[in-house]
């Protein structure tokens, strides 16, 4: 690039960040706070929940916590930033640069945005429902947005632009309104091409993958399936609908059938990969190939607008803290019924060891009484005497009797079952921690109530 052009370049984009921007509305600030606060709300009353060791073993709490708090949250606080996202589907034109994303948004919504042979879309563009037909809106990092004419905006194409420049370490993303009737119920988001060497797009398109319901990937046939393609689609596309744009359908410059074994390969390649998707279309230079593509996708949107479930954050929200409530509800019903259960077996353990007890109590009774007869014996019948004869008999028989009582103590005392009384002490302890447990759940059960009548 010459320094007249780099000097212009440079001058334009100081103009442009020098231009009128609005900040982010108070509404949506506060809107961002609340999703954090509810965010930092529902994973405590999880966390307090864990904490009590109530979830099974199969259960994965943090990876239930990312996809059930964090993910619809964030994805919440996204739509109040974004409004044009709200129950919309939106889908993701992505993949590698210069495969023809571009060219098909274009194609399929009559827009112009700069397509070129390297790597161009610097930053994620959405593509929504309105009639500002002639403006883009470019958000900064910062959240301020500006409102640019569609040639202000081309200063952010190589062709007028710096190979390279980083564009998004300033500017966020970009949204265009197209009055197709379709974009009513869908939006779409263009991304930077991935995978370059000689620029690195792959943030901004990273970052948005989270907001995508289903991904277009688009595959230049002319390339065979790449690693990094593979490694994307796999680990970053899990379990997103992926239909695949085979684009450069035409460039083989050769027949069908080269055509047709190329994308054939391909899909036995993604096959073994073990990469699933849902359909595919073909993207060529062509005239003819081109309306066939505009056709057929465009008939693919209708179609997976009309079937496709938009994902509702809010419904995903309420869920998530339902499934908390019925959890809850649900330990305390069963907690309930062992805290009952370990109160009948502690009162049946100590009856048994009271039992056990019982005949050792009786001989100390048997003891005492005939130790009292022999006291009265001296006391009253032998007062004065050393021996007279009833008395005789009658100590000799409590002597007996106390000798047997003692052997009957013994014999007792060797019966008494003492593990009763250790399961007695264990039973109460395990019912004082499902009493602690319970009386936690309650606390937490009701902050669960009161945050759904809040939520209301
Ligand atoms: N022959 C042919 N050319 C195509 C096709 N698709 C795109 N092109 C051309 O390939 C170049 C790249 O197309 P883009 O639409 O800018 O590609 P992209 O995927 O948006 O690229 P990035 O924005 O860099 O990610 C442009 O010059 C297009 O005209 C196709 O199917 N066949
Ligand atoms: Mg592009």
């Excluded at 709300?41 to 059930?68: K, M, P």
């Excluded at 992505?94 to 060219?103: C, N, P, S, V, Y």
């Amino acid at each position: 690039m010459n320094e007249d052009k780099k000097l212009q370049f440079l001058e334009e984009l100081t103009t442009l960040l020098k231009g009128q921007v609005t900040p982010k509305s108070k509404e949506t600030l506060e809107g961002e706070a609340f999703c954090e606060s509810l965010k930092l709300h529902i994973t405590q009353l999880y966390e307090q929940t864990h904490r009590l060791d109530l979830f099974s073993d199969e259960f994965n709490y943090s990876e239930f916590v990312a996809s059930n708090i964090d993910f619809p949250l964030d994805r919440l606080k996204e739509q109040i930033e974004k409004t044009w996202l709200k129950d919309k589907l939106t889908i993701g034109f992505m993949g590698h640069f210069a495969t023809g994303k571009t060219t098909a948004l274009n194609l399929l919504f009559d827009e112009s945005f700069q397509v070129h042979q390297h790597e161009n879309t610097a930053i994620a563009t959405y593509l929504t429902y309105g009639s500002k037909q002639n403006v883009v809106t470019i958000v900064d990092r910062a959240g301020q947005s500006q409102e640019l004419t569609l040639d202000q905006c081309s200063i952010l194409d190589y062709s007028k632009g710096i190979m390279g420049f980083p564009f998004a370490r300033i500017f966020n993303y970009m949204v265009k309104e197209n009055s197709a009737k379709l974009l009513e119920d869908i939006t779409i988001i263009d991304t930077p091409g991935l995978f370059s060497k000689k620029t690195d797009h792959s943030a901004p398109t990273m970052n948005v993958i989270s907001s995508c319901d289903t991904v277009f990937w688009f595959l230049n046939i002319t390339n065979s399936l790449r690693d990094d393609d593979i490694r994307v689609m796999k680990e970053s596309l899990q379990g997103k609908p992926v239909y695949i744009v085979f684009s450069f359908v035409d460039a083989l410059g050769t027949t069908q059938s080269q055509v047709d074994s190329s994308i054939k390969s391909i899909v036995a390649n993604l096959k073994e990969k073990q990469i699933d998707y849902k359909g595919y279309l073909m993207l060529g230079g062509k005239a003819e190939t081109q309306s066939r593509f505009k056709r057929e996708a465009l008939n693919l949107l209708k179609k997976m607008s009309d079937e496709y479930e938009v994902y509702s954050p809010g419904g995903h929200i309420s869920a998530s803290i339902d499934f908390l409530e019925n959890f809850l509800v649900q330990c305390q019903a069963n907690h309930t019924k062992q805290i009952g259960k370990l109160d009948k077996e502690t009162d049946d353990l100590l009856d048994a060891y009271r039992a056990s007890s019982r005949s050792f109590i009786t001989e100390c009774n048997n003891c005492t009484s005939r130790f009292n007869n022999m006291v009265d014996t001296f006391n009253t019948r032998c007062a004065g005497a050393m021996f007279c004869g009833g008395a005789e008999d009658a100590l000799r028989n409590n002597i007996n009797s106390i000798s047997n009582s003692l052997n009957g103590m013994v014999r007792a005392y060797n019966n008494m079952n003492e593990e009763k009384l250790v399961d007695f002490g264990k039973g109460v302890a395990r019912m004082q921690l499902y009493q602690y447990n319970l009386d936690k759940i309650s606390e937490i059960l009701s902050e669960v109530k009161k945050l759904k009548e809040y939520l209301q």
